[in-house]
């Protein structure tokens, strides 16, 4: 046994060998030793992930406890062509003989289960143990174990299984002493942790074939990631010249808007100027008849004046009489503090006059493109005195302004939003009602609200009123662009519109500015 143990063969193994029973103190010492090995191994496949190694140092163990010449533990794979035999562990004690030219051990490659002998062969096709006894010379035309390794005398094939799967193979040849069937039963454990070594190769294996098919597939997600961005950057191009055009169309449709609400407020603004000029020609009419009066009066004062020192004093009695009766006629006094009032109204027209084409000025005035200071408040006065004619006739405007500081922003674009609300509002008035305008600050936004009294609209309605093109008017009433440029203009301006309707109740659309900062 000892020499068994030092790698060399007993003398009883020259000649024909002797089967007995597993004795059961040989069977313990088997088990024992192997269970000290297979701890080890164990944890130093765990802390290494060395494969070989570790089933090379399990067989070298069981070849030692078991007397054999030599042996292999190898994983069972299934291919498309068939099963195949990867052998992880090769071992031969005339490999570890001192010799001056020992015998080279093979090279470990697969082996497609058709190619190799019937021992190892049979193994593999039925999964059960093997257990062949020749006790004489190998038949002729017979294949090696493998490779590298001689026909056995006497071979024994045990199966490593997970389950009912063929994981992996353990092949003992040559023994000191003919194999027994109670070897398989005592060889178990050893058999067990073959399994679970080849499972967690192969684990590792499919873990390693996976991170390799995700690292080519993020090589591939890389370089399509580069061919995107170089896409990206040549349709950026596109876009760009694209966006251009399309904010060129936009000012367009803009201006185009623009313009056709200026349209429908030049009559009332015209009728706005003609009203004051109206009763400005009215009083200089009547300052006209006044004049003639005077005029009259006046004469009569210088004829007076003729007559006084030539005349007798008779006649200039008579004069002074004819004058103050016709004083008295035409009630001078009245006339004189009546000129001052008509005066006083000529310069109240002349004014509004003046009031409503700066205002008019204001609201038409060329946009810079660049932002400003702007008095929300200041603005939205202008726009309702520009606008006032569409509203006066048809609803009561409350206008309750709060203090609130200045934004930044282009004052002609926010005329064109304030117009398009408040002529949405009133256009929303079936019947004479009430528009609500208010201003007030909450934390750093300016807010603007424009209510109507009008009948509200529908969900349906509610949530496509900033759609281009959309519009509930009659067809030629409207482009169905001011809501959805009004939205787009206070977007611009870093804000944001509201709206809050409920059919039957009116509706409120508020506007959230930000306040402008000092940089």
Not at 304 to 321: F, G, H, I, N, Y
Not at 454 to 472: H, N, S, W, Y
Request: with cysteine; proline share 7%.
């Amino acid at each position: 046994m000892s020499k068994a143990a030092s790698g060399h063969r007993p003398a009883a193994a020259s000649g024909r060998s002797r089967a007995r029973p597993l004795a059961g103190q040989r069977a313990s010492d088997i088990r024992q030793r192997l269970l000290e090995a297979l701890g080890p191994a164990q944890l130093e496949f765990a802390r290494h992930g060395d494969l070989r190694g570790v089933l090379s140092g399990l067989l070298r163990t069981l070849l030692d406890v078991t007397q054999s010449e030599y042996g292999v533990i190898g994983e069972v794979l299934v291919t498309p062509r068939g099963p195949q035999l990867r052998p992880h562990a090769l071992e031969h004690i005339a490999w570890r003989e001192p010799a001056d030219a020992p015998p080279a051990a093979p090279v470990l490659t697969d082996v497609d289960a058709r190619e190799l002998s019937a021992p190892l062969g049979s193994l593999l096709a039925s999964g059960e143990p093997v257990l062949t006894q020749t006790h004489g010379q190998p038949p002729r035309e017979s294949k090696g174990l493998l490779p590298g390794l001689p026909f056995p005398r006497a071979f024994l094939g045990m199966p490593c299984k997970a389950g009912e799967e063929l994981v992996g193979v353990v092949g003992l040849a040559n023994p000191a002493e003919d194999y027994t069937p109670e070897l398989i039963d005592t060889l178990k454990p050893f058999l067990a942790t073959c399994a679970g070594l080849l499972l967690c190769e192969r684990g590792a294996r499919e873990q390693r074939r996976t991170e390799t098919v995700l690292r080519r597939q993020e090589e591939e997600i890389q370089q399509q990631r580069v061919q995107m961005e170089e896409l990206v950057e040549q349709r950026t191009e596109t876009l760009l010249v694209t966006t251009v055009a399309l904010e060129e169309r936009q000012a367009q449709l803009m201006h185009a808007e623009r313009m056709a609400s200026l349209g429908q407020l030049v009559a009332g603004i015209a009728h706005e100027i003609n009203n004051p000029l109206g009763y400005i020609t009215s009083n200089l009419a009547t300052l006209t008849q006044y004049l003639a009066v005077f005029t009259e009066l006046i004469t009569r004062y210088r004829e007076l004046a003729s007559r006084l020192t030539p005349a007798p004093e008779d006649a200039t009695a008579e004069l002074l009489t004819r004058i103050q009766a016709y004083q008295e006629e035409e009630d001078v006094d009245y006339l004189l503090g009546d000129v001052k009032d008509l005066l006083q109204d000529s310069r109240e027209g002349a004014h509004r006059v003046a009031d409503t084409v700066q205002s008019l000025k204001a609201f038409v005035r060329e946009d810079s493109g660049q932002m400003e200071l702007v008095d929300v408040n200041k603005e939205l006065a202008t726009t309702l005195k520009v606008v006032w004619n569409q509203l006066k006739y048809r609803c009561e405007v409350k206008s309750d302004y709060g203090q609130v500081p200045p934004i930044l922003g282009r004052p002609a674009q926010l005329n064109q939003v304030f117009t398009h609300l408040l002529l949405n509002a009133v256009q929303a008035l079936s019947d004479p009602g009430t528009i609500q305008i208010a201003t007030w600050l909450q934390g750093d936004e300016v807010r603007v609200s424009i209510t109507d009294s009008g009948q509200g609209m529908t969900p349906d309605v509610l949530d496509k009123i900033f759609t281009p093109f959309f519009t509930t008017k009659p067809p030629g009433k409207g482009a169905g662009l001011g809501l959805s440029i009004s939205a787009d203009i206070v977007a611009r301006h870093m804000g944001r519109i509201e709206v809050q309707s409920q059919y039957g109740q009116g509706s409120t659309f508020t506007l959230r500015l930000p306040v402008a900062h000092d940089p």
